[in-house]
C-alpha cells in the first residue's frame, strides 16, 4: 500500500521470508522501481528494519537508514504489522511455515 509517492515508486516484491533468531528479524524492503528511475539513489532504495518480538507478541522495529517504524503483532503462526517509511507506508503479514 503506497502512501504519499506513486504507486510504482513504493511497489516492493510480493513475497517476503522472515528468518526469526532468538525473537529478533531483520526485513530489507527494496524499492526497485525508484532504483532504476533514479540511480543515484540505488544504493539507498533499500531500508533495512531491525525488529524484535516481545514475548506478548508484540513486534516493534527501526530502521537506521531512515529512521522510520515497523510495528505488529503475532498472533498462533501469523505475523501481521505495518511499515510506516518516509514516503510509502506497508501492511505485512506472513505465516510460520
Keep these: 500500500m503506497a ?3 506513486r504507486e510504482d ?3 516492493t516484491p510480493p513475497r517476503l521470508s522472515i528468518e526469526l533468531v532468538d525473537g529478533r528479524f ?9 532504483a532504476t528511475t533514479t540511480p543515484s539513489l540505488a544504493d539507498r532504495t533499500t531500508p ?4 524484535s ?4 507478541g508484540r513486534i516493534s522495529g527501526r530502521s537506521n537508514q531512515t ?5 505488529g503483532q503475532v498472533s498462533g503462526r501469523q505475523m501481521s504489522g505495518q511499515i510506516y517509511g ?9 505465516n510460520r511455515l
Design 9 to 11: 515508486d513504493c511497489a
Design 53 to 56: 518480538i516481545a514475548s506478548d
Design 67 to 71: 529512521n522510520t517504524t515497523l510495528e
Design 3 to 5: 502512501g504519499s509517492m
Design 26 to 34: 531483520s526485513l530489507p524492503v527494496p524499492h526497485p522501481g525508484v
Design 86 to 94: 518516509l514516503l510509502c507506508y506497508y501492511e505485512f503479514s506472513a
Design 48 to 51: 533495512v528494519y531491525e525488529a
